[in-house]
């Protein structure tokens, strides 16, 4: 007797894992079911039609080579049955059969399974804030909701929009919709940054800085008490600190799993309501898989349980279910979480954990920042790329790595295979020593990102003594008060402008002169050391270290890192 195969979800992983089992086990019965009538689409290309850099809505759905993966596509292109709107609502283990709701009619069916597959995804969190019902306020997870939004901003009515939200897709969305449709867009962000747990505080406000420079306010540390409106439409949003006019909102503050079908079968659940399964993507009940945003897996460098509601990881995972479904053992032993975010002017990416968050996980952590070309320095299509690398100081081991950069290829090939040593426990001398590709027009022949571990052992080995990009804006914006000598060891010809703008606060001498006007430097004040991008200030700070002087820092990333910042020069 053939297999039987039910599985319920068909935007990512449910598709992938069908299709796996048919390909492996052709004599298998499979059932694709979804509540929506569009199935197997790409949803983080969402913001890219709302932006028209996509201009179907149907490319999100199609194959690579250009058909539609609807209901028809699976029944014909896969033998794969499929069952839309419809919602599953009962799942009978000791049986073995699912129950499904016709949501037309509201009528019902109950479905033999030998195995079960739960893609069930996630939900957007919608709070229940005053005026949420109101016309003009969208979640833009969905296709019927991304050709809403985009119809509204094509109508030409809206003047403002407010997202609120600054995570992955919340700023993918803002950047969609102020940079590309011209309309002036506010973030608020319940966080003291936006994409917290993901970024640094520095590259964090990097981010803020670039989104401002295309139209894009963002308002951190911020709540939304309500929405107010007129005629039924949204017009105003309320914060905690001031009210936003907006014709358009959308609601981007995170997701929760559709659990509650699988809590009430019995399977086992996390506190946080996440399926819990083992290496091979079996929940409790060993008929019955799970994956993507509805399951909890391990972090590989913490080893906890973790939670990753992304479409990559969702593919991956409906791969293997697909395959353990037919016979097979494929292991999926966790993840350490990569991702990337494209902005306006810059671009952002990391894997691992940021300081903050390797601190609050008991790690004895420092992070490392460092700014260079991503190709050869001589290469004249080159632009400037900010790492962060996060150490354990104890063992040196490598626990996470960010960075942002005008180029989003460049840096994301700088963060892959970083991200895929995170899980073997590397340490600093296996980055120092990454074997890259060189080649002038793709990288330097010392990587951007070896650099990055030379600098991190320098840190550790205490012969660099860093500053933050947050501890100079500090020190600089209070000058008047604070008791330093800038040192700017860039040559004459680019900084003496600085010396002529500052004169009694910013002191240029080029880094191959120290040595010989050490008596122009103090030797009884804090001195900070700053250059282009932080390689002439460490040279410089150790030859004041040589002659004895201990009281100096080096601007981490140099004055093109601060000038991404925001810092005002």
Known sequence: MAKRVIVIGAVALGPKAASRCKRLMPDAEVTLIDQSSRISYGGCGIPYFISDEVKKVTELQATPYGTVRNEQ????????KVITNCRATQINREAKTVTVQQLTDGSSVTLPYDSLVLALGSSPNKPLLPGIELQGISTATTLDEAEYIKSTLTEKSVSHTVVVGGGFIGLELAVAIGEKWKIPTSIVEIAPQILPNFLSSSFARMAQHDMRSQNITVYTDEKVLRFEGADGRVSKVVTNKREILAELVVMSAGVHPNTDIAKDAGLAVSEK?????????????????????????TN???????WYPLGSMANRQGRIIGTNIAGGKTRFNGAVGAWGVKLCLLNAAGAGLTLDVALREGFDAVSVQILQADKAHFYPAKT?????????KKDRRVLGIQGISPAGDALTARINPVAALLSH???????????????PPFASAMDIVNALGNVADNILSGRYKPMTLEAFDSAWMNREKEDFYLLDTRSRDMGAAFAEKFPHDWHNIPQDEIEARLAEIPADKPVIITCSSGLRAYEAQLVLTHAGRDNTKAVLGGLTASARFGTTL
């Open 73 to 80: 596509f699976f029944e014909t292109h896969k033998n794969i």
């Open 300 to 306: 590989q460098i913490t080893q906890k349980p973790g």
């Open 273 to 297: 309501g996440l399926l819990v399964v083992d290496e091979y993507l079996c929940t409790s009940d060993p008929n019955i898989y799970a994956g993507g945003d509805c399951v909890t897996i």
């Open 384 to 392: 400037s790329m900010s790492l962060e690398l996060v150490i354990d």
């Open 425 to 439: 426990k590397v340490d600093v001398d296996e980055i120092s020593n990454l074997e890259v590709l060189y080649s």
